[in-house]
T-cell receptor, first 113, second 110 residues
Framework: DVKVTQSSRYLVKRTGEKVFLECVQD?????MFWYRQDPGLGLRLIYF???????EKGDIPEGYSVSREKKERFSLILESASTNQTSMYLCASSQNRNPFEAFFGQGTRLTVV | LAKTTQPISMDSYEGQEVNITCSHN???????ITWYQQFPSQGPRFIIQ???TKVTNEVASLFIPADRKSSTLSLPRVSLSDTAVYYCLVDGTGANNLFFGTGTRLTVIP
């Protein structure tokens, strides 16, 4: 059974903290993605990676960075958390050939206080 | 990357067939059309994908006209458990940038 695992379901962090969200996939997929989801705004792409050590900005990269040192792991980093980064964060992975089916993790609900 | 337009919300009674149409006027020759379903507190999951004409699986059917500028997801005889948000995507670039948008919120009424 294919699996994308996010390290936490719920997180509460203080403003200014450095926050790490971890994502691991066991499908040997080339592509990995980080999205945030907010009411009324749908899923918005933050960053994606198509290979180890490669990253591309999505639609809303400001305030975030990512790291992909191993193929199976993709980390999202909030350098200095702010209250407007309170959101649901979703990680996904996909192979780099048709069908381009993305598999999602269960999500991390981050609250910044 | 081709963007999509779909209705924000739809309501349907149990047992009815539901058709959700997605507009993608700028679809490119190598783009595929993919639909995802998302339940509350879960990540989206793949439902169906097609390139042209009709595709059917155990969950849904996907109808794509010859010009491919739109597509219709058809859910036969919906039940309450089909209440979810449905996203239409088009992408042919190796899925390096999956754009989901806001989707269509389907509410199935008893």
């Amino acid at each position: 059974d294919v699996k994308v695992t996010q390290s936490s379901r719920y997180l509460v962090k203080r403003t200014g903290e450095k926050v790490f969200l971890e994502c691991v996939q066991d499908m040997d997929h080339e592509n990995m993605f980080w999205y945030r989801q907010d009411p009324g705004l749908g899923l918005r792409l933050i960053y994606f990676s198509y290979d180890v050590k490669m990253k591309e900005k999505g639609d809303i990269p400001e305030g975030y960075s990512v790291s992909r040192e191993k193929k199976e792991r993709f980390s999202l980093i909030l350098e200095s958390a702010s209250t407007n980064q309170t959101s649901m964060y979703l990680c996904a992975s996909s192979q780099n050939r048709n069908p381009f089916e993305a598999f999602f993790g269960q999500g991390t609900r981050l609250t910044v206080v | 990357l081709a963007k999509t337009t779909q209705p924000i919300s739809m309501d349907s009674y149990e047992g009815q067939e539901v058709n959700i149409t997605c507009s993608h006027n700028n679809i490119a020759t190598n783009d595929y059309i993919t639909w995802y379903q998302q339940f509350p507190s879960q990540g989206p999951r793949f439902i169906i994908q097609g390139y042209k004409t009709k595709v059917t699986n155990e969950v849904a059917s996907l109808f794509i006209p010859a010009d491919r500028k739109s597509s219709t997801l058809s859910l036969p005889r919906v039940s309450l458990s089909d209440t979810a948000v449905y996203y239409c995507l088009v992408d042919g670039t190796g899925a390096n940038n999956l754009f989901f948008g806001t989707g269509t919120r389907l509410t199935v009424i008893p």
